[in-house]
Structure formats: structure tokens, C-alpha cells
């Protein structure tokens, strides 16, 4: 009977982390997927819309760091209850400032850093309430709920653009995530955080000394380079995919970015197929090896075609897996840190992904501006190909120590 109740409250946890992390989605893409109709129907430069994104990935990236140092000390359901309701509050205010770029700017901002009040403590509270078998089983899905998340944006953007203007797909945004923010208040008040967390005991004692033995030394520091590339590939790419698309076939705004839902097919559809693969296997620094591999070449690929079904085909495929590799990096790898910690570290590791993001979404925009998108795939080659050396590198580290790290 116990067990059977125990397995009820895992799957409510996972069920309410999941609701959070769609609804986190929802208000954190939702200007991203509108850029091009914003730079159309604001008259904007793509170097001023992207400062808007831009500081959301930095404010979220150095939130990171508070919201995983505040993780660890309060209890994890107040942080993300009001990480979200402030991100709602954003999605309201943002389309009232337009065209002003400045305050559009701040308020993004603003919501960047509320977003980052969710991961961290989210990774604490999965950690003292499930299993680490239970904590893998949560990870695919939550993954999947923030695909959902960005399909309903993209899906859901163009209609209401056509209908009633960008403006009115942001609230619509900012209202389902209020929405969210209450369920979460009444649902997750019923589990322990910190010490007295029944799932915590139940830990291994080996689980405790499973932090990842490569952290000394000049390998953390490579992990987080490692990391800073994806998050550029990851966040970049799907940015600027409706402009890109826009530009290259001269598609409406409205067709650009409704055929973008495709980004997020891919990555749930590539990251159900990994996490099942990853039960099969520990060793997992290969797969993430492979996986961007993989990216280099469906990137790569679109230097190569003029087709838009197979541009189209490389980009989701592309940015598929680079979600993947990023749910492998900061996701699967804080249930190998110390409990005690396991918000600070998943911060830090999530932050690395936003420093990468915030750069990027800059860099693209100035990149296609003066190389035009050919030279800029090039680029995306060019990370890709990195962040594939550097995580041969950490795996060569790690076999020579001859430990397994698990990811």
C-alpha cells in the first residue's frame, strides 16, 4: 500500500513539473516565435528585436545562479510559483511597451530572470521527493512538456495574429500561465522539500558519492563551454528559424512561423527515442558525442540544398538533437550531484546554457545582417563541430580515469 502511494505522489510531482514547465514555455517563447511579425508590424531592425531576447537569455542565464543558491535554502514551491506568475505579468506588459525598444528590452529582462526561478528548484524538489529511477523517468517528460509548450505557441501565434495581432497571442500567453501558477500553488503544497523528504532516505548510500568525479581540475570549466555551445545552437537556431525561413523562401511572417512547429515535433520525437535508448546504456558521453555529430550534419545540410521541404527537414532535425544534448548536459546529469546542492549545481549547468543563448541570439542577428543566412549556417557548423571536440575530450578524460559518469 505504501509503495502505491509513494508511486500516486511521483506521478502527481511529475504530472504538476510537467504543467509548469509547458506553461514555462508558453511565456518564455511566445515573443521569440512573433520576432518576425514584430520587426513587420513595428517597422524594427532584427538587431533591435534581438537585444529584446537577448537580455532575456542573460538575466535568465545569471538567474540561474541566484535561483540555485536560493533553491537550497526555501522551499522550491513558493520560487517557481512566483517565477511564473511574474513571467505572466511580463507577457501582459511587453506588447503595451512596444514599439519602445528600451522598455521592451526591461521588461523581457524581467522575465528572464522569473523564468529562472523554475529548473533549479524544480531539480531539488524531483531530487528529495523521487527516486533517481523516478527522477529519469520525470525527465523525458517535463522535456516533453516544454516541446508542447513551444507547438502551442507556434501553432496557436499565427492564428491569432491573423485574427487580432501579435499583441493578443502574447496575452493569451501570459493568461494560460496564470493559470498554471495557481495550479502549481494548490498541488505541490503537499510535498516535502529539504531534509524531511521521504523519497530522499530511500537514496542509496553509493548515490552520495556519485557526483561526477571529473568536477576537479579543468573539466568543469570544458563542460560548460560545452554546454555554452549547445545553448547557442539550441535557443539561436529555433529564434531565428521563422525569420530565416521568412527571408530565404519569402514566406508571410504568419507561414514562417507556423511551419517552425516542426522544431519541436523533432525534439520530442528525438528525445522519447534517447531517453529509451539511454536505458540500454550508461554510457552516455557517447551519445552526446554522436548526438552532435548528428547536428553537424543536418545543419550542414542546408548549405546544400535550396529546397525549402529538406531546409526545413535540416533545421528541425538539427535542432532536435541539439535539445537532446542539452537534456543529457543539465537535466539527466544533476541526479549524480550531491543532494545538498542539487539545486546550486543545476543552476550553474543551466546557466551555462543561457550565457550561450544570449550571445547567440545577438550574434545570429548581426551575422545574417552582414553574411547573410549561408555564412551564418556556417557558423552553426562551426559550434556544432566544437562542442562535438570538447565532449570527446571530457570522455577521453573520463575513460582514462576509468570511471562512468552516466551521461
Keep these: 500500500m505504501r509503495k502505491s502511494y509513494d508511486r500516486r505522489k511521483a506521478l502527481l510531482l511529475t504530472f504538476l513539473c510537467c504543467a509548469v514547465y509547458f506553461a514555462s514555455y508558453l511565456t518564455r517563447t511566445s515573443f521569440a516565435a ?8 513595428e517597422g524594427l531592425k532584427k538587431t533591435q528585436v534581438s537585444a529584446v531576447t537577448t537580455a532575456s537569455f542573460a538575466f535568465y542565464g545569471a538567474g540561474q545562479l541566484l535561483s540555485g543558491y ?31 525598444i528600451a522598455l521592451m528590452t526591461a521588461i523581457w529582462a524581467l522575465n528572464g530572470l522569473a523564468q529562472a526561478f523554475m529548473w533549479p528548484p524544480m531539480v531539488r524538489l524531483m531530487r528529495d521527493n523521487l527516486t533517481r529511477e523516478e527522477y529519469e523517468r520525470a525527465v523525458p517528460f517535463i522535456s516533453t512538456a516544454s516541446a508542447l509548450g513551444t507547438i502551442v505557441i507556434y501553432l496557436a501565434c ?9 499583441r493578443t497571442a502574447m496575452a493569451a500567453a501570459g493568461a494560460a500561465g496564470a493559470a498554471v501558477s495557481l495550479l502549481w500553488l494548490g498541488g505541490a503544497a503537499k510535498f516535502s522539500s529539504g531534509p524531511a523528504a521521504v523519497k530522499d532516505m530511500e537514496r542509496p548510500r553509493d548515490e552520495e558519492k556519485a557526483g561526477a568525479p571529473f ?21 539561436g537556431v529555433s529564434s531565428w528559424t521563422p525569420t530565416y525561413l521568412s527571408e530565404a523562401f519569402s514566406l508571410q511572417s504568419t507561414v514562417s512561423i507556423l511551419t517552425s512547429v516542426a522544431l519541436p515535433v523533432f525534439h520530442v520525437l528525438i528525445s522519447l527515442t534517447t531517453y529509451r535508448m539511454l536505458r ?28 525549402f521541404p529538406l531546409t526545413l527537414f535540416g533545421l528541425a532535425m538539427g535542432n532536435g538533437v541539439i535539445h ?56 552553426w557548423c562551426g559550434i556544432a563541430l566544437s562542442g562535438a571536440l570538447l565532449t570527446a575530450l571530457i570522455r577521453a578524460a573520463v575513460r582514462k580515469k576509468r570511471t562512468d559518469i552516466s551521461i
Design 158 to 166: 499565427p492564428v491569432m495574429i491573423s485574427l487580432s495581432g501579435w
Design 34 to 41: 512573433m520576432m518576425v511579425e514584430v520587426i513587420g508590424a
Design 215 to 235: 568536477l576537479p581540475g579543468v573539466l568543469m570549466p570544458v563542460l560548460l563551454l560545452t554546454i555554452a555551445f549547445q545553448g547557442m545552437l539550441r535557443d
Design 70 to 100: 536560493l533553491g537550497d535554502r526555501f522551499r522550491p514551491q513558493r520560487l517557481m510559483f512566483f517565477g511564473l506568475a511574474i513571467s505572466s505579468v511580463c507577457n501582459f506588459l511587453l506588447p503595451a511597451a512596444a514599439p519602445d
Design 280 to 307: 540500454l546504456s550508461r554510457g552516455r558521453t557517447m551519445w552526446l558525442l554522436s548526438l552532435y555529430f548528428l547536428a553537424d550534419g543536418a545543419l550542414l545540410s542546408l548549405c546544400l540544398t535550396g529546397s
Design 324 to 379: 537532446d544534448t542539452n537534456a543529457l548536459q543539465t537535466s539527466y546529469l544533476p541526479a549524480y550531484f550531491p543532494k545538498k546542492r542539487a539545486s546550486f549545481y543545476a543552476g550553474l549547468l543551466n546557466a551555462a546554457t543561457y550565457c550561450g543563448s544570449a550571445l547567440a541570439t545577438w550574434l545570429f542577428a548581426l551575422l545574417s545582417e552582414s553574411l547573410g543566412w549561408h555564412g551564418t549556417v556556417g557558423v
